[in-house]
């Protein structure tokens, strides 16, 4: 049986429209061939001119899971501090989603996996041509009923990073990815109407 043939245990609009981000991980460790699918698939996405500039960091050994955690710590709140917020105190009531996210920066390096999203160039455009390969993980997650979500670092962390994985300097980490089994459901999320944020010939233009 090939990875697409694992891939087909649930029908792609399934996992589509019930892949909610995924902040809360059970610590049951992934199978290395079920992670192993999930890169397969992350390789097979499309990318700017088929150059494929990019490269995956998988990392599952616990204490540099421990040692990632931490920086990813250091660099939400070091976000969080550009937008003048310095605490929990300071996040505004009803931000729901920033405090599962606050959450997730507590907990990340307790996910039995987390991935490093890099690409091989600087710059938007390398960056921009490693974002389908994120979604192609997100969905072969799905598929095994794994979770993830995606997230960012911070340039006060990024040297750390770099030496912690010796990642080199012409490089950069555009994603750092958590997978783990769910606390909770997938399930249908929450959006606005099509009509209010898609347009048909030109912006504003409904359907007819």
Not at 3 to 25: H, K, W
Not at 31 to 36: I, S
Not at 46 to 67: C, D
Not at 92 to 115: D, K, Y
Request: aromatic share 8%; proline share 8%; hydrophobic share 40%.
């Amino acid at each position: 049986m090939t990875t697409a043939d694992r891939l087909n245990v649930i029908p792609l609009g399934e996992a589509m429209f019930s892949q909610r981000a995924i902040r809360r991980f059970r610590t049951d460790p992934i199978p290395a061939d079920v992670m192993q699918d999930i890169m397969e698939a992350a390789i097979r996405a499309p990318n700017g001119g088929n150059n494929q500039q990019w490269h995956f960091i998988v990392v599952q050994e616990e204490e540099t899971r421990r040692k990632l955690g931490d920086l990813y710590h250091e660099a939400w709140w070091a976000k969080r501090a550009d937008a003048g917020i310095m605490g929990p105190q300071d996040i505004p009531p009803g931000r729901n989603s920033m405090r599962s996210a606050m959450r997730l920066a507590n907990e990340i390096g307790n996910a039995p996996v987390m991935v490093l999203v890099c690409a091989t160039s600087k710059g938007a455009q390398a960056a921009g041509s490693v974002i389908p390969a994120a979604q192609n993980m997100l969905l072969a997650a799905r598929a095994f009923g794994i979770g993830g979500t995606i997230a960012t670092l911070h340039a006060v962390v990024e040297e750390r990073v770099h030496e912690l994985f010796g990642i080199p300097d012409t490089a950069q980490v555009v994603y750092c990815m958590p997978f783990g089994y769910p606390r909770g459901n997938f399930g249908p999320v929450t959006r606005l109407p099509l009509n209010e944020v898609c347009s048909y010939d030109r912006w504003g233009a409904p359907p007819d």
